[in-house]
């Protein structure tokens, strides 16, 4: 829980206080009972949650070291985390992508901007280039992974040419799934006392970037249409005979001949539609299920 960051547009280090990592025992011993009783899929959870440290009779247990005992569990079959900061994009939680099958390649990675003049304002405490490089070492360890982001448009200074600094990281990352908004200042942090960009030039920007984001969406999930993907079923959808879960990548896929006993199995589905947000597919036979 908390943060150390101290972003200067963020609430969130006066509100929920300093960093602090829960012992790794108790962690795993959470993550077992949550087993015995049918979790499939874990999702470790923090303000900030790759800078999880935990000092022990003189000894450092870092996240990485977290990701490697959870993935050693023989029943659990997916590993997520969210959020995460870059600077905490160290190069052992990188290798985790590589070594531990079970850790989903899919990564939530906050950017804020592409500007490094706003990222410095913001006080994000890495460049545009830094995070780049983070991305291009998670692609080279594991060439399927994809991203999604946070992204702050009209931040006060923010001018044209920092607006198409954003856009253009956008292009160059293809993020698949991103959330986005317009400056709003929070009570007493740093960036509350600057001058803001006008809300006509704010709201033209996310419109711009939303647009772009979208198509990116659009066109990533279009290119799952005849593929086949992993998915684990986790309900049968409200008033309706079709089923819900999601894939690796944590995308939504429905579909239409699953039945109640494969709920927290891990099945086979060949996609053939999709929308912005969701795949739409029919369950094939794997060779291997993962068994509820």
Same mark, same amino acid.
């Given at each position: 829980?908390?943060?150390?960051?101290?972003? %200067?547009?963020?609430?969130?280090?006066?509100?929920?206080?300093?960093?602090?990592?829960?012992?790794?025992?108790?962690?795993?011993?959470?993550?077992? $009972?949550?087993?015995?009783?049918?979790?499939?899929?874990?999702?470790?959870?923090?303000?900030?949650?790759?800078?999880?440290?935990?000092?022990?009779?003189?000894?450092?247990?870092?996240?990485?070291?977290?990701?490697?005992?959870?993935?050693? #569990?023989?029943? #659990?079959?997916?590993?997520?985390?969210?959020?995460?900061?870059?600077?905490?994009?160290?190069? $052992?939680?990188?290798?985790?992508?590589?070594?531990?099958? /079970?850790?989903?390649?899919?990564?939530?990675?906050?950017?804020?901007?592409?500007?490094?003049?706003?990222?410095? @304002?913001?006080?994000?405490?890495?460049?545009?280039?830094?995070?780049?490089?983070?991305?291009?070492?998670?692609?080279?360890?594991? =060439?399927?992974? /994809?991203? @999604?982001?946070?992204?702050?448009?009209?931040?006060?200074?923010?001018?044209?040419?920092?607006?198409? $600094? +954003?856009? @253009?990281?956008?292009?160059?990352? %293809?993020?698949?799934?991103?959330?986005?908004?317009?400056?709003?200042?929070? =009570?007493?942090?740093?960036?509350?006392?600057?001058?803001?960009? $006008?809300?006509?030039?704010?709201?033209?920007?996310?419109?711009?970037?939303?647009?772009? #984001?979208?198509?990116?969406?659009?066109?990533?999930?279009? %290119?799952?249409?005849?593929?086949?993907?992993?998915?684990?079923?986790?309900?049968?959808?409200?008033?309706? +005979? *079709?089923?819900?879960?999601?894939?690796?990548?944590?995308? =939504?896929?429905?579909?239409?001949?699953?039945?109640? *006993?494969?709920?927290?199995?891990?099945?086979?589905? /060949?996609?053939?539609?999709?929308?912005?947000?969701?795949?739409?597919?029919?369950?094939?036979?794997?060779?291997?299920?993962?068994?509820?």
């Amino acid at each position: 829980e908390g943060c150390d960051k101290f972003c %200067n547009f963020c609430v969130v280090p006066y509100t929920r206080g300093p960093e602090y990592s829960r012992s790794p025992e108790e962690i795993i011993k959470e993550a077992k $009972d949550l087993i015995l009783n049918g979790t499939k899929e874990l999702t470790l959870l923090g303000q900030n949650v790759n800078a999880y440290s935990y000092n022990e009779k003189e000894k450092t247990f870092k996240f990485s070291n977290l990701i490697m005992r959870l993935g050693k #569990l023989k029943r #659990l079959k997916r590993i997520r985390y969210t959020t995460s900061h870059p600077i905490d994009m160290t190069n $052992d939680l990188i290798d985790c992508y590589k070594n531990v099958k /079970k850790l989903m390649p899919f990564l939530h990675l906050p950017v804020q901007s592409g500007s490094n003049k706003i990222l410095k @304002s913001m006080n994000r405490k890495h460049s545009r280039e830094e995070y780049l490089s983070i991305i291009h070492k998670l692609i080279k360890v594991k =060439p399927d992974i /994809k991203f @999604s982001s946070d992204f702050i448009v009209g931040y006060p200074g923010e001018t044209e040419k920092d607006f198409y $600094d +954003t856009i @253009s990281l956008v292009k160059e990352v %293809n993020f698949i799934n991103s959330f986005s908004f317009v400056y709003n200042p929070r =009570p007493g942090t740093p960036a509350s006392n600057l001058e803001r960009v $006008d809300r006509e030039t704010q709201m033209r920007r996310l419109t711009e970037l939303q647009n772009l #984001l979208v198509d990116i969406q659009i066109k990533a999930n279009k %290119n799952e249409i005849g593929k086949l993907t992993e998915v684990l079923i986790e309900n049968r959808m409200k008033k309706q +005979t *079709k089923y819900f879960g999601r894939n690796e990548n944590l995308t =939504p896929v429905v579909i239409n001949n699953v039945r109640e *006993k494969d709920i927290g199995k891990i099945i086979g589905v /060949k996609i053939q539609d999709c929308n912005r947000n969701t795949l739409f597919g029919t369950k094939v036979n794997m060779e291997r299920e993962a068994a509820a």
